[in-house]
């Protein structure tokens, strides 16, 4: 990749303080908070404030949200010094834009999207997510999509996510030039359980890029 220090890692679904801390310390750029009742990965609000509070000031907090009531988002945003927001969901421009904070949209690679048209109707996000497309299962699903449908260029920061893992995140930065890559399922032993050995693998595999 060109002029362009390092590909940015996000570990998302932390449920537990201290390893949120250590993924942070290992070097995890951005650490991300589930809120979305129906997720193993759910995290209540005491829970994502203890994590906040193990985090180090230079790792991102992210919270992650399906659809919620935006009352839901204020009451989160009032306790949590979040810096940016995921909207994994349905969402439209307007409701991400309501929050006044940097947000990030994911989009889900179902056939026949219009992604230049999803890119361009959310020029206002810092950051657009591109997770696989699984129908009733709004992310975190394990699975990957085609890499090839990853644009080469595009207005916004492109963050990659979807089944990725230690052992093929090497060659899904290699093929994409991404600013950024997502993983939630790919470095666990449980759902919300994270592996530090396998966040480390992973992010030496990032940096060997
Ligand atoms: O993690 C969840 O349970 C979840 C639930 C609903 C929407 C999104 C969810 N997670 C999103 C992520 O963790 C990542 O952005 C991405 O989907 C990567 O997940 P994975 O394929 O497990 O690496």
């Known amino acids: 990749m ?36 129906p997720s193993p990965r759910n995290v209540s609000l005491e829970q994502a404030i203890e994590i906040a509070e193990a985090v180090g000031p230079f790792t991102s907090l992210v919270g992650l949200f399906v659809n ?44 026949g999207l219009d992604l230049d048209g999803e890119i361009a109707r959310f020029g206002s ?20 999509f085609d ?5 080469k260029s595009a207005a916004k920061p492109i963050i990659l996510a979807g089944g990725l893992t230690p052992d093929n995140i090497a060659d899904a930065v290699k093929q994409t030039a991404v600013y950024a890559v997502d993983v939630s399922g790919g470095v666990e032993k449980a759902h919300g359980d994270k592996c530090l050995d396998k966040i480390r693998r992973f992010l030496a595999e990032v940096d060997a890029t």
């Open 125 to 144: 996000a810092a950051g657009i997510l591109l997770d696989a497309y699984q129908p009733g299962v709004p992310g975190g699903t394990g699975e990957r």
């Open 2 to 37: 060109n002029n362009v220090r390092k590909t940015y890692v996000k570990v998302c679904g932390f449920t537990r303080p201290d390893q949120a801390r250590a993924a942070s310390l290992a070097g995890v750029d951005a650490i991300g908070l589930v809120f979305y009742g």
């Open 147 to 151: 890499w090839q449908r990853v644009p």
């Open 68 to 111: 919620a009531p935006e009352e839901a988002v204020r009451d989160v945003l009032a306790k949590l010094p979040l810096d940016i927001l995921q909207f994994h969901g349905d969402e439209s421009p307007d409701y991400c834009e309501s929050f006044g904070r940097r947000y990030m949209k994911a989009i889900r690679m179902r056939e």
